[in-house]
């Protein structure tokens, strides 16, 4: 399949579009990286699959701003967790 139709393919595994996906798991987009190269290049160069971040109220921010940063200039959904 071409990289757009499974781009769209992935956008759609996630939550709806303002909800956040969580960071680890099987609705998170990271789940998307770790199946092969293809398939992480492909999801690391989709920023709608980062526009939605829950920000932990403590704790490590590195994987915050790693979403933020692919993300690119999509509009931002950001859900702060207490």
Do not use: M
Not at 10 to 24: A, T
Not at 62 to 76: D, F
């Amino acid at each position: 399949l071409p990289n757009e139709i499974v781009s769209e393919i992935f956008i759609q595994c996630l939550p709806p579009y303002p909800i956040c996906p969580p960071f680890r798991g099987l609705s998170s987009p990271t789940c998307l990286t770790h199946i092969c190269r293809k398939w992480r290049d492909i999801a690391l160069t989709t920023p709608q699959l980062w526009r939605a971040i829950p920000f932990p109220a403590s704790g490590d921010y590195k994987t915050p701003q790693a979403w933020l940063e692919r993300s690119g200039s999509c509009p931002l959904s950001i859900f702060w967790r207490e």
